[in-house]
């Protein structure tokens, strides 16, 4: 068969329906957590406090899918296929179950990296089984509709958080999780392969996941720090925990990224940057429930499917910018980080002005935030397609693996950085309708700076492509 000649028909047919089914439910399955434990997050503060770490949820989980991602090549090769995705699927109901009957919000932190951790594992098997599952000819299709889970978690992740919370219910929400992960152990014993890969199983690198980790748990620490000088030694702590992960990593042949990934007045470095800063500059995205229930009084359900606006929008605009030609990318990538700062800049303007009516300023919000979506779409595709063509040959395969690295690990110093802003802006004291006001206003003014810098390296990028 032609690759050309496959078609949709072909992925769900001769056996490979409950294959695509499998793997397509433990993307979702991750994807649908992530938006639902941002809408429920609100009603859990209610219920059982600790507000001043609502950003360690995000945080904690996203390190843990790190860890696990990182970790599934060596597990797939040790257990087999099948095996090292039935792990993840109990490890994530592990998770679940201490998450819905947390008593307080330190256990629901626990219950958050075992969470992340199984998420992490099915996140990244569910992709790496694709080559092995699968023909080469239906790789692309079964890689776009895995893919593609993420947009049907953006509702119903809020949808599901949201009926529960509304009703007083929020530990139920993870309870429809179990459900969906008893259905997937079923099935995945009935359409995964056994067999063990029978080449070299790749080390575990247990130092570099420790130091990252260890950087992110340090900014999420001084972000509750009741005085300025605690904050700023965790801060030195965290980049010092940094430089030791990147001399490490220049030392190990065992990487985590590309070589050249972490010299920024490389071509590669520079994009790695770029999308680093793009993607903490969407982690406002964890406050926009909470800001809007306290501050417009939305309800969880309203206020979740704000929070997927930037999904959306990201979506949406790189499906319509994949296409540009080669000549246009250099001009796309930064008009996107530019939008990107009119959003922000948008949000934290219309947080201070009380002139306007509930009603434009809900429109308005939902403008912005979908123009942040917009913005990072516009250009994402063409930052992937540059890394790929920038690794040095014969890192193929870990620069494929370090889009998805990158991502998290930015997404975890977002939230960790969002955090330390919210709390040091009032959010807690001194809390409220004041307190949580005055922390949007930080948040979104002080993300803004993310894409401004972003725009500076892409010129740099530019200037650097063209010697």
């Given at each position: 068969?032609?690759?050309?000649?496959?078609t949709?028909?072909h992925?769900?047919?001769?056996?490979n329906?409950?294959?695509?089914?499998?793997?397509?439910?433990?993307v979702?399955?991750?994807a649908?957590?992530?938006y639902l434990?941002?809408?429920?997050?609100?009603s859990?503060?209610?219920?059982?406090?600790?507000?001043?770490?609502?950003?360690?949820?995000?945080?904690?989980?996203?390190?843990?899918s790190?860890?696990g991602?990182?970790v599934?090549?060596?597990q797939?090769?040790?257990?087999?296929?099948?095996?090292?995705?039935?792990?993840?699927?109990?490890?994530?109901?592990?998770?679940?179950?201490?998450?819905?009957?947390?008593?307080?919000?330190y256990?629901?932190?626990?219950?958050?990296?075992?969470?992340?951790?199984?998420?992490?594992?099915l996140?990244?098997?569910?992709?790496?089984?694709i080559?092995?599952?699968?023909?080469?000819?239906?790789?692309?299709?079964?890689?776009?509709?895995?893919s593609?889970?993420?947009?049907?978690?953006?509702?119903?992740?809020?949808?599901?958080?949201?009926?529960?919370?509304?009703?007083?219910?929020?530990?139920?929400?993870?309870?429809?999780?179990?459900?969906?992960?008893?259905?997937?152990?079923i099935?995945?014993?009935?359409?995964?392969?056994?067999?063990?890969?029978?080449?070299?199983?790749?080390p575990?690198?247990?130092?570099?996941?420790?130091?990252?980790?260890?950087?992110?748990?340090?900014?999420?620490?001084?972000?509750?720090?009741?005085?300025?000088?605690?904050?700023?030694?965790?801060?030195?702590?965290a980049?010092?925990?940094?430089v030791?992960?990147v001399?490490?990593?220049?030392?190990?042949?065992?990487?985590?990224?590309?070589?050249?990934?972490?010299?920024?007045?490389?071509?590669?470095?520079?994009?790695y940057?770029?999308?680093?800063?793009?993607t903490i500059?969407?982690?406002i995205?964890?406050?926009?429930?909470?800001?809007a229930?306290?501050?417009?009084?939305?309800?969880?359900?309203?206020?979740?499917?704000?929070?997927?606006l930037?999904?959306?929008?990201?979506t949406?605009?790189?499906?319509l910018?994949?296409?540009l030609?080669?000549?246009?990318?250099?001009?796309?990538?930064?008009i996107?980080?530019?939008i990107?700062?009119?959003?922000?800049?948008?949000l934290?303007?219309?947080?201070?002005?009380?002139?306007?009516?509930?009603?434009?300023k809900?429109?308005?919000?939902?403008?912005?935030?979908l123009?942040?979506?917009?913005?990072?779409?516009?250009?994402?595709?063409?930052?992937?397609?540059?890394?790929?063509?920038?690794?040095?040959?014969?890192?193929?395969?870990?620069a494929?693996s370090?889009?998805?690295?990158?991502q998290?690990?930015?997404?975890?110093?977002?939230?960790?950085?969002?955090?330390?802003?919210?709390?040091?802006?009032?959010?807690t004291?001194?809390?409220?309708?004041?307190?949580?006001?005055?922390?949007?206003?930080?948040?979104?003014?002080?993300?803004?700076?993310?894409?401004?810098?972003?725009?500076?390296?892409?010129?740099?990028?530019?200037?650097?492509?063209?010697?």
């Amino acid at each position: 068969m032609n690759k050309n000649d496959t078609t949709w028909k072909h992925l769900f047919s001769n056996g490979n329906g409950l294959k695509t089914i499998t793997l397509a439910l433990g993307v979702m399955l991750h994807a649908t957590n992530v938006y639902l434990a941002t809408t429920i997050m609100p009603s859990i503060i209610k219920e059982i406090g600790g507000l001043e770490y609502y950003a360690w949820n995000t945080t904690i989980f996203i390190v843990a899918s790190v860890i696990g991602s990182v970790v599934s090549a060596n597990q797939m090769g040790k257990s087999g296929p099948r095996k090292a995705y039935q792990i993840g699927i109990l490890l994530f109901s592990i998770g679940v179950l201490v998450c819905s009957s947390a008593p307080t919000m330190y256990v629901l932190l626990a219950g958050r990296f075992i969470q992340g951790f199984g998420g992490g594992l099915l996140f990244a098997l569910s992709y790496a089984m694709i080559r092995l599952i699968f023909s080469e000819e239906l790789w692309s299709r079964a890689m776009a509709l895995v893919s593609g889970m993420w947009g049907i978690a953006a509702f119903s992740g809020p949808f599901i958080g949201g009926i529960f919370a509304e009703n007083g219910h929020w530990r139920m929400a993870f309870g429809v999780l179990l459900i969906f992960c008893i259905f997937l152990l079923i099935i995945s014993s009935r359409t995964l392969p056994k067999i063990k890969n029978q080449e070299r199983v790749s080390p575990i690198p247990y130092l570099k996941l420790a130091l990252l980790g260890l950087a992110a748990l340090t900014v999420s620490i001084s972000s509750i720090q009741k005085d300025i000088t605690g904050s700023l030694i965790g801060i030195c702590t965290a980049f010092f925990l940094l430089v030791l992960l990147v001399i490490s990593e220049k030392k190990s042949k065992n990487r985590l990224l590309p070589t050249g990934a972490y010299t920024i007045s490389t071509p590669l470095g520079t994009t790695y940057s770029i999308m680093a800063l793009l993607t903490i500059a969407t982690s406002i995205e964890i406050y926009v429930p909470y800001f809007a229930q306290i501050i417009d009084g939305l309800s969880p359900l309203q206020s979740g499917y704000l929070t997927v606006l930037i999904a959306i929008g990201w979506t949406l605009s790189s499906l319509l910018f994949s296409g540009l030609k080669e000549n246009r990318v250099n001009k796309v990538i930064p008009i996107g980080a530019f939008i990107m700062l009119l959003g922000l800049i948008g949000l934290c303007y219309f947080s201070v002005m009380a002139s306007q009516t509930f009603t434009i300023k809900l429109i308005l919000t939902c403008i912005f935030l979908l123009l942040i979506g917009i913005g990072i779409g516009m250009g994402w595709p063409h930052l992937l397609t540059k890394v790929f063509s920038l690794s040095p040959s014969g890192e193929e395969d870990l620069a494929s693996s370090s889009v998805t690295t990158v991502q998290l690990i930015a997404t975890s110093f977002g939230a960790a950085i969002a955090g330390l802003v919210t709390n040091f802006g009032g959010i807690t004291h001194p809390g409220g309708i004041i307190g949580t006001a005055q922390a949007s206003v930080y948040l979104y003014g002080s993300f803004a700076v993310a894409p401004l810098i972003a725009i500076i390296l892409c010129f740099l990028l530019k200037m650097n492509q063209s010697k």
